[in-house]
C-alpha cells in the first residue's frame, strides 16, 4: 500500500469531484468533451516534458511511495496526477461560476500579457543553466501569450481569480502532501533551492502555468463541444 501512495493522493484528489459530477447546480458532466479535451492537449505536453526532464536528472522519483513500475520514466501516480488534478480542478472552476457568477472585475489589454510573458523570457533566459526553473519560467510566458492571443478577457474576471486562489490553496495541500514525504527529490543543480514549507518556489510556477493553460483551452473547446 505505501508504494501506492502516490496513486492514491492523486485518486483521492479527484473523488470528490467525480462525486459531484452530477450535481444539478453545475451539471459538469455535460462539460466532458471539453474537459477531455484539454486534459489531453494540455496534459500531454505537459507529460513529454516531464518525461524529458526526468530522463535529464531535474528531477527523481521516490520509489518507496511510487513504487517501481515506470512508463517513459514515470510512475503510475504522475500520469494518474496530469488526468485528476485538471479534473479537480476544473470542475472547481464550474463550481465557481455556477454558485457565485462570473462577474467582469476588470479590463485586460493582451499588451499587459505580452509584456508579463516577456518578462517571464527573461527570466527563463536568465536562470537557464537550472533546468527545472528555466522551464517553469518559459512555461508561465506561454500561458501568459495563449491568454493574450485566445482569452484576454479571463484574467479580468471574478470566477478567474476566485478559482486561481481555491486551485493554489489545493495545490499547496497536495502538492505538500508529494514533496514532505516524498514522493519526489529535485536536483538541487535543476532548481533555486527556495521553499514555501516543503515546496519548491519553481512549483508553484508550474502549477500556474498548467491548469492555466488547461482552463483556457478547457474555455476554448467548451464553445464547440459539449452534452
Not at 500520469?79 to 485538471?86: D, E, K, Q, S, V
Not at 502549477?207 to 463541444?225: C, H, I, P, Q
Request: charged letters at 10%; glycine letters at 8%; hydrophobic letters at 55%.
Amino acid at each position: 500500500m505505501k508504494k501506492q501512495l502516490y496513486s492514491l493522493i492523486a485518486l483521492v484528489s479527484v473523488a470528490g469531484p467525480l462525486a459531484l459530477s452530477f450535481d444539478e447546480k453545475v451539471h459538469f458532466w455535460t462539460h466532458a468533451p471539453a474537459v477531455g479535451l484539454a486534459i489531453l492537449t494540455v496534459g500531454l505536453l505537459y507529460l513529454l516534458w516531464d518525461a524529458f526532464v526526468t530522463a535529464r536528472g531535474d528531477w527523481q522519483f521516490n520509489p518507496v511511495y511510487t513504487g517501481d513500475f515506470r512508463i517513459f520514466g514515470l510512475p503510475m501516480g504522475e500520469i494518474l496526477f496530469f488526468i485528476a488534478i485538471p479534473y479537480a480542478c476544473l470542475f472547481v472552476y464550474e463550481c465557481v461560476v455556477g454558485y457565485f457568477g462570473n462577474a467582469v472585475w476588470f479590463e485586460v489589454n493582451p499588451v499587459t500579457l505580452y509584456c508579463g510573458a516577456l518578462a517571464f523570457v527573461g527570466a527563463a533566459w536568465l536562470f537557464r543553466n537550472l533546468g527545472y526553473t528555466f522551464i517553469a519560467m518559459a512555461s508561465v510566458a506561454v500561458f501568459l501569450s495563449t491568454l493574450a492571443i485566445g482569452a484576454p478577457t479571463l484574467v479580468g474576471t471574478s470566477a478567474f481569480w476566485i478559482w486561481t486562489a481555491i486551485s493554489f490553496t489545493l495545490f499547496v495541500v497536495v502538492d505538500g502532501l508529494y514533496t514532505s514525504l516524498p514522493t519526489i527529490f529535485y536536483n538541487p543543480k535543476a532548481i533555486w533551492g527556495l521553499r514555501i514549507g516543503s515546496i519548491p518556489l519553481e512549483d508553484f510556477f508550474y502549477n500556474l502555468s498548467y491548469l492555466g493553460l488547461t482552463l483556457a483551452f478547457y474555455l476554448f473547446f467548451e464553445k464547440w463541444v459539449h452534452f
